[in-house]
């Protein structure tokens, strides 16, 4: 417009905006990870007898768990462990795709990761997407929590070697939900939910590329606390492959009433185990002259 001029620039207003583009410009200050360890990569179970995927890795599967169960459950997991033998799935929820849950999730059967930042540790396994929140921001236990497969957990770091350098992440975990067990097994876990699990996480000395994981479980259906030693080690490889389990695009376990079957590749039901009777279909037109 005629008449109007422009004010020149104010120089003071000129570096304000400059200093805070620049600070824009910098990428933000990232945490002090030379405190804590180095845990990045894919890591996979380790260990025990053939590195298998029972609870405890220093025993066979099965009844030779010996897992410290009182006469209660001693007995479901012998009736468990027979109906496996006969071709059921005894207590293991597993074969339906129900989230492992904790503790089992320390499995690791499928590739895991751990992704450490100060105020949380992410723990993130290939098996069902299944992701662990540790919180290590200093919080307390909130009033009420609302149950789930994994829990809630809170964990601290600690310096064993007073190095100046954290290396065992500690975490406690409350409020699991079921139906679960330890392992494929069907070694049970009781039916009120009120599990809590202790973890001891570190490296080994000697082996940055090996993990270690005591865990204590506290469970009614056990005597006394059970603990065992878990083991990961580290891919090697530099660029990883991780896939997707998708459980339920190839379970064809199918529960009618409080049985089992299976749905066979040509679509057809099946039994699940020698002998088993076939499911009650008086629902159906013409059911009783087909049975």
Request: overall charge negative; proline content about 9%; aromatic content about 10%.
């Amino acid at each position: 417009m005629r008449g109007c001029r422009m004010r020149p620039p104010n120089p003071l207003g000129l570096l304000a905006l400059a200093a805070v583009l620049s600070a824009l410009a910098l990428p933000a200050k990232a945490y002090d990870d030379a405190l804590y360890p180095d845990w990045s990569g894919q890591w996979l179970r380790l260990g025990g007898l053939t590195n298998q995927a029972t609870w405890d890795p220093d025993r066979p599967g099965g009844l030779k768990q010996e897992p410290p169960l009182i006469p209660e459950y001693q007995s479901i997991f012998e009736e468990n462990v027979a109906d496996q033998a006969a071709g059921g799935q005894g207590t293991d929820p597993g074969y339906l795709c129900h989230p492992h849950g904790m503790p089992r999730l320390m499995l690791a059967v499928q590739p895991m990761q751990i992704i450490v930042t100060p105020e949380t540790t992410y723990i993130a396994n290939e098996i069902f997407s299944a992701l662990r929140r540790v919180y290590t921001d200093g919080r307390e236990w909130p009033a009420t929590l609302k149950p789930s497969f994994h829990g809630y957990s809170i964990g601290r770091w600690e310096d064993s070697d007073q190095d100046g350098r954290y290396d065992t992440l500690v975490i406690e975990t409350r409020g699991m939900r079921g139906p679960r067990s330890f392992d494929a097994g069907g070694t049970p876990l009781h039916s009120d939910n009120s599990t809590i699990t202790f973890e001891r996480i570190y490296s080994d000395r000697a082996n940055p590329n090996v993990l270690y994981n005591e865990v204590t479980t506290l469970d009614h259906a056990l005597t006394r606390p059970w603990t065992v030693k878990r083991s990961y080690r580290r891919n090697p490889t530099k660029q990883p492959v991780w896939g997707e389990y998708a459980c339920h695009e190839a379970n064809h376990h199918l529960v009618i009433g409080k049985e089992n079957y299976v749905l066979s590749w040509d679509g057809l039901l099946m039994p699940a185990r020698k002998g088993q009777r076939p499911p009650d279909l008086r629902h159906f037109d013409g059911s009783q002259a087909q049975q």
